[in-house]
């Protein structure tokens, strides 16, 4: 078992910034990705980034250049996200798993799942 804690999310306007971190613990060794989802209401929950053990990343194309994710000892998972968006904002969720296929940004891969953040990005 994996448990994830994401740290407290927050309010801000677009073109700031935030920064989310997630705490891993438990059998943290049986996941192969560490990554970050989000869900807009009303919207299907859609994959941010992803990194794996490697370090080896994937982001969803809305976000690329604007959002980094990395990992310390596998135990903590930040995201740093850059010049925010309207669009950016909703419940920001960590996932661990060890996903099989080449995209990794896909809920199916990921067993554990943190309790969410709220971000909002206002204009």
């Known amino acids: 078992q994996v448990q994830l804690v994401e740290s407290e999310g927050g309010s801000v306007q677009v073109g700031g910034s935030l920064r989310l971190t997630c705490a891993a613990s438990?059998?943290?060794?049986?996941?192969?990705?560490m990554a970050w989802f989000r869900q807009a209401p009303g919207r299907e929950p859609e994959g941010v980034a992803s990194?794996?053990?490697?370090?080896?990343t994937v982001y969803e194309r809305s976000v690329k250049g604007r959002f980094t994710i990395s990992q310390d000892s596998w135990k903590t998972v930040t995201l740093q996200m850059n010049s925010l968006r309207p669009e950016d904002t909703g419940t920001y969720y960590c996932?661990?798993?060890?996903?099989?296929?080449?995209?990794?940004?896909?809920?199916?891969?990921?067993?554990?799942w943190g309790q969410g953040t709220q971000v909002t990005v206002s204009s």
């Open positions: 996932a661990a798993g060890s996903p099989q296929s080449s995209d990794r940004l896909q809920t199916r891969d990921y067993s554990y």
């Open positions: 438990g059998d943290t060794s049986s996941a192969q990705c």
């Open positions: 990194i794996d053990r490697a370090g080896r």
